[in-house]
């Protein structure tokens, strides 16, 4: 994946309120604001606890084990864009 496809997603997504206090534990696990925005999105209040849940487009692999590696960001990027909005 092209990191310009991935920012141009990113950027049409809304902001989130860092003040709010699922944003600030996501933020915390997963440390990338534009992740953070795209996961918050998708699964709202959801998105801590979705963190540990296999998911079959990621191989079964939790999303948290996809952020060890890039390889891994790369896959989670690449299924979060897929998801429908």
């Known amino acids: 994946m092209k ?16 003040d709010e206090k699922d944003v ?7 440390g990338d604001r ?13 998105a801590v606890s979705w963190l ?6 990621l191989e079964q692999k939790k999303p948290r084990e996809c952020l060890e590696s890039e390889e891994g ?4 990027k690449e299924t979060l864009m897929k998801m429908p909005c």
Do not use: Q, R, S
Request: glycine residues 4%; without cysteine; charged residues 25%.
């Open 3 to 18: 990191k310009a496809e991935w920012e141009n997603y990113v950027e049409v997504i809304p902001d989130v309120d860092t």
């Open 24 to 30: 600030k534990k996501l933020l915390d696990l997963v």
């Open 34 to 46: 534009g992740m953070v925005k795209v996961i918050y999105f998708h699964f709202g209040n959801t």
């Open 52 to 57: 540990d849940k296999p998911v079959p487009a």
């Open 73 to 76: 960001v790369n896959l989670l």
